[in-house]
């Protein structure tokens, strides 16, 4: 599957942006999703995830109660929506996807390792 994500750009604190990952060449719902982040001078880190239905979704501590990840599977696409940005969360958005073709589970999963698919990811600056 590719995966290309789009919607990052600059804000002030405080604003929103809403990222989307479009997925092509596989059967989408056979994919759990993610998304990290990787600021300047750190390690990738995890931010969100969803399972293949979009029934369960897990956070960041970082980012709870301010992201909110979502996915359309008519659409084949994901969705990161950020709200009440800090300057903190100025990073690379990358979008990841886990091969669940072969198995019934319903997981969603936290780690960078877990995931087979990356995008190439997309810049979030956030002012102070």
């Known amino acids: 599957v590719q995966l290309v994500e789009s919607g990052g750009g600059l804000v002030q604190a405080g604003g929103s942006l809403r990222l989307s990952c479009a997925a092509s060449?596989?059967?989408?719902?056979?994919?759990?999703m993610g998304w990290f982040r990787q600021g300047p001078g750190k390690e990738r880190e995890f931010v969100a995830a969803i399972t293949r239905s979009g029934a369960r979704t897990y956070y960041a501590d970082s980012v709870k109660g301010r992201f909110t990840i979502s996915r359309d599977n008519a659409k084949n696409t994901a969705h990161l929506q950020m709200n009440n940005l800090k300057p903190e969360d100025t990073a690379v958005y990358y979008c990841a996807a886990r091969d669940l073709s072969r198995y019934s589970s319903n997981y969603a999963y936290t780690g960078p390792n877990d995931y087979h698919y990356w995008g190439l990811g997309t810049q979030v600056t956030v002012s102070s």
């Open positions: 060449g596989r059967t989408f719902i056979n994919y759990a």
